[in-house]
């Protein structure tokens, strides 16, 4: 999986989706800082998502970001995603393989290095790890260091996403310590000081 350091945010949808978000969305995707944009929606049925999907996947395509579906392999596949992510008790990576191929497949692997070691085994396309700051966006259960970071980038070169309560304040010590991708959601969609697009661009 190709890394470009100027794309370096892997954008995650809020946790509800609005008419202003499809503007929203087109507007900071143009920038050009999005590698990644992923569809993690909780709260809505299969048929939503789908039709919501539809819609995102164009945008996407659009301005040349990947399309990751949360959880869901199946959904990943009906929608033509370029990939899905995997937590801890989603579907297992080898069977999210023989369902999706050569597509993307992202997983979850908290705070533990055993975890993205048989992530990395099972030839995952990046690993996730957080969260590294407290998120407004889902319950913390798992922090993660940034000496995390360091001990990974001494065994693999697999691409490695941080989460959790990334803003423009403490994003860049992330990039510094070896991170690939920041996992971003709250501060851009429920950021009350700025708008969607104001806030990415703060983050240089």
Known sequence: MKINKKKFIYLISPNRINSAFY????????TGKISFFQLRLKMYSYEKKIIIGKKIKKICNKNEVKFIINDDPMLALKLNADGCHLGQKDTDITIAKKILGK???GVTCHNSIN????AIEAK?????????????????????????????KKFTK???VAIGGINSINYKNLLLNKANFLAISGYIWKNKKYKPLQAIERLK
């Open 158 to 160: 697999t691409p490695i």
């Open 23 to 30: 503007k929203n969305l087109k507007l900071v995707l143009k």
């Open 115 to 118: 975890l993205a070691k048989k």
């Open 124 to 152: 995952a396309s990046y690993i996730a790890f957080g969260a590294f700051y407290q998120s407004k966006t889902k319950k913390t259960k798992h922090v993660a260091s940034i000496k995390i970071l360091n001990n990974i």
């Open 103 to 105: 597509k993307i497949i």
